[in-house]
Structure formats: structure tokens, C-alpha cells
Antibody
């Protein structure tokens, strides 16, 4: 069955860095785009970033552009999110989600992991 | 980036029909998706491409889009449908994905 398992979350001080990972299994990894989506405590979903199935395109939310970097390792079925210059407002549950990339565009996440929690606090 | 708005809360009597809507310029010309999220759980896709159901999603869930408004309709709401619902669409102007603020559905 499809599995997406996030890891790497934790408590980090403002201004520091953290890297999240997402291990995928149960589907043809290289055929899917991948997203990071976050949810602050008690708040709604906020899209963070997407990477195309072949890594050819990467797009980011304005709130993280220049600070976060999405990447993938298709040889290991892994997705990553490098987060630099972390702020209190980055505190959230971070979900990875796969995307079938209908018509070659990756804007429909269809299966989500259970998330990893990031807390930015001094 | 564009904004997509939803009513914060909607209620429906058990077995009745409810429509949840979202509004935004990004919906014009782009497909809408809908996600269901229950407390402490990850979101689940219930509608994609305006009105397509993933396998395993009951046929009481349907979707439609007209102009800048997308709708999720639950025909014959069940107690297990009580959840938060989020719409999403591509924001073509910025190559981003945008989510609505979410609608909390209560089944009475």
C-alpha cells in the first residue's frame, strides 16, 4: 500500500535550520510529483512547495521562498525539505503528499503522510 | 498569491444534503480539489478535477465549479462526514497551489 512517512521534525530555535525527510513506498515514486504542506496548530492547510516527478520544476509559497528548499532522491524514494532561517510562524505540522501530475502539472496532491511536527521557539 | 475563501462553518441534519463552497479568482480556468480532514488525521482527497472521486470515496460526495466558485456537495450526509473540508486549486499566475481556509462541517 501507499506509504509516506515524514521525519526530522522537532524543536528548533529561531534562525536555525532543520531538514525534513519523507520516505515513500508502495507506488512508482518517479511518476509522481511531491508536495510539502503545513498546518499551524488550530489553523488551516498552507501549501509550502512542490517538486515535479523528475525534479525539473520546483515552486514555493511566498512565505518560504528563499529560505526553504525542496529536493528529492529518486534512487532512494525520498523527499526532503531544507528549512533555513526558521521563524516562529514556521511552527506547524508538515505533511508530504504525492501528486499524479495530471496533464503534466502537479497541483493535485492525492495521498498524504501523517506529518512531522516542527516547533520554532527559543 | 491569490486567495481562496470558504465559509468557516456549516451544519447539516443527518441524512440531508449540504453544499460547501469556495470562492477565488484562481478557480477560474483551474480544476478544484477537495480534502476532508478529521481531528488528528491527515487530509484525504475526496474530489479532484472539479468532480472526480478517488476510489473508495462514497458517491454521496460530488463537486462542481462555475466561474470563480467551486462547490462540494454531500447528498445524504452521514455522521462520519463531520470534519473540516478544504478546497484547493492551482494559482496559475504564481505557479503555486492555494488552499481555502477550510469549512468545519457539523452533522446534527
Amino acid at each position: 500500500q501507499v506509504q509516506l512517512v515524514e521525519s526530522g521534525g522537532g524543536v528548533v530555535q529561531p534562525g536555525r535550520s532543520l531538514t525534513l525527510s519523507c520516505a515513500a513506498s508502495g507506488f512508482n515514486f518517479i511518476s509522481y510529483g511531491l508536495h510539502w504542506v503545513r498546518q499551524a496548530p488550530g489553523k488551516g492547510l498552507e501549501w509550502v512547495a512542490v517538486i515535479w516527478y523528475d525534479g525539473s520544476n520546483k515552486f514555493y509559497a511566498d512565505s518560504v521562498k528563499g529560505r526553504f528548499t525542496i529536493s528529492r532522491d529518486n534512487s532512494k524514494n525520498m523527499l526532503f525539505l531544507q528549512m533555513n532561517s526558521l521563524r516562529a510562524e514556521d511552527t506547524a505540522m508538515y505533511y508530504c503528499a504525492r501528486d499524479p501530475c495530471y496533464a503534466g502539472n502537479c497541483y493535485t496532491p492525492d495521498y498524504w503522510g501523517q506529518g512531522t511536527r516542527v516547533t520554532v521557539s527559543s | 498569491s491569490s486567495e481562496v475563501t470558504q465559509d468557516p462553518a456549516v451544519s447539516v441534519v443527518l441524512g440531508q444534503t449540504v453544499r460547501i463552497t469556495c470562492h477565488g479568482d484562481s478557480l477560474r480556468g483551474n480544476y478544484a480539489s477537495w480534502y476532508q480532514q478529521k481531528p488528528g488525521q491527515a487530509p484525504i482527497l475526496v474530489i479532484y478535477g472539479d468532480n472526480n472521486r478517488p476510489s473508495g470515496i462514497p458517491d454521496r460526495f460530488s463537486g462542481s465549479t462555475s466561474g470563480t466558485t467551486a462547490s462540494l456537495t454531500i447528498t445524504g450526509a452521514q455522521a462520519e462526514d463531520e470534519a473540516d473540508y478544504y478546497c484547493s486549486s492551482r494559482d496559475s499566475s504564481y505557479n503555486q497551489l492555494v488552499f481555502g481556509g477550510g469549512t468545519n462541517l457539523t452533522v446534527l
